[in-house]
C-alpha cells in the first residue's frame, strides 16, 4: 500500500531545520504549547503536507500554515485589560494573597461609553487566561491577561520589545549622576538593563519606560541611585492605554486594538 505524503515526510529522514512548533511560534501563528496541540490534531501543514508527530522539523523558509479549525480556535480566544489593585499577585498564588485573576468576574466588568458593543463576560474565557507580564503585589495599573500565546510572545517573549510605562512616586536623594544611571547604566542579577527613558514629571515622581520586565526591576534600580519607591502604577503596555479603567476593573482587549 503506498503511503500518502504526510505519512512519507514524517518517516523520511529527518530534516535539518528547526521544529514545525518553533517556527510557528517564531511566526507569531501561535505558542510552541499550541503549536503542539494543533500537530496532535493535525491541523498542521508544511509545504502542503499535514504534520501529526511532534518533534517534526522543516526548513527555515517552509511554507507552514494551520487549518481552518485552528485558525477559528486562534480567533475565539480573548485578552482582558485588568486595573490591578495593591494586594493581589499577578501570577500564581501566595500566602495571604489573591491571584489578580480573580477580579475578573461579570461584575467587574467595565465598558467604555464610546465602545458599549464590547462582548459579555464568558466563564468560559477564563480558561487558560494567564498574565502576560507581571505587576508586583505592592504596585497597581495595567495587567494583560490572555488566551492568546501569539500575544504573550510578544509582551513577554525572550525577544519583546514593547514598552511598559509606568509612574513611579519616589523619596529619598537621588544620587548625583542618577538620573544618567537609571536611563543606561545599571546591572541587576548580574545582567547590564537595557536602555530606559527615565524622566521626572514632579518634585516626587518619576516616569519610567521599559521595555524588559525583572523582578522589581524599578523599585531595585531606584535603590541603586538612593531612591525609595513609595508608589508605582503602570500606564501603559505598547499601545494600550491604562486610560479610565476604574481600579479593580477590567474589560477586553477589542478588535481594533494592537499592543
Not at 500537530?39 to 501529526?52: C, L, M, S, Y
Not at 544611571?181 to 519606560?209: C, M, S, Y
Amino acid at each position: 500500500m503506498k503511503k500518502n505524503r504526510a505519512e512519507s515526510a514524517q518517516n523520511a529522514s529527518p530534516v535539518v531545520g528547526a521544529r514545525v512548533s518553533k517556527l510557528l511560534a517564531e511566526r507569531g501563528l501561535c505558542s510552541r504549547r499550541e503549536a503542539d496541540r494543533y500537530i496532535e490534531r493535525g491541523q498542521v501543514f508544511v509545504d502542503g503536507v499535514r504534520v501529526t508527530e511532534l518533534g517534526t522539523r522543516a526548513a527555515p523558509d517552509a511554507c507552514i500554515t494551520l487549518d481552518a479549525a485552528a485558525n477559528q480556535t486562534q480567533a475565539q480566544q480573548v485578552t482582558i485589560l485588568l486595573h490591578k489593585p495593591v494586594g493581589f499577585v499577578s501570577g500564581q498564588p501566595e500566602p495571604g494573597y489573591k491571584p489578580a485573576i480573580v477580579l475578573i468576574r461579570r461584575e467587574n466588568q467595565w465598558r467604555e461609553a464610546k465602545h458599549p458593543e464590547q462582548r459579555d463576560f464568558d466563564p468560559r474565557h477564563l480558561k487558560g487566561l494567564a498574565p502576560a507580564g507581571r505587576l508586583d503585589i505592592d504596585s497597581v495599573g495595567l495587567l494583560a491577561l490572555t488566551q492568546d500565546g501569539r500575544i504573550a510572545r510578544q509582551l513577554i517573549g525572550e525577544d519583546s520589545g514593547v514598552e511598559k510605562e509606568y509612574l513611579v512616586r519616589v523619596t529619598g536623594q537621588l544620587a548625583a549622576d542618577g538620573l544618567a544611571r537609571l536611563r543606561h547604566g545599571l546591572t541587576l542579577d548580574g545582567e547590564k538593563l537595557k536602555p530606559a527613558q527615565v524622566d521626572w514629571q514632579n518634585a516626587d515622581q518619576l516616569r519610567f519606560i521599559l521595555r524588559e520586565g525583572k523582578k522589581r526591576q524599578i523599585r531595585r534600580m531606584c535603590e541603586l541611585v538612593g531612591l525609595s519607591v513609595t508608589g508605582l502604577k503602570r500606564v501603559r503596555i505598547g499601545q494600550i492605554r491604562l486610560g479610565r479603567l476604574p481600579l479593580g476593573r477590567w474589560r477586553y482587549l477589542r478588535a481594533d486594538e494592537r499592543f
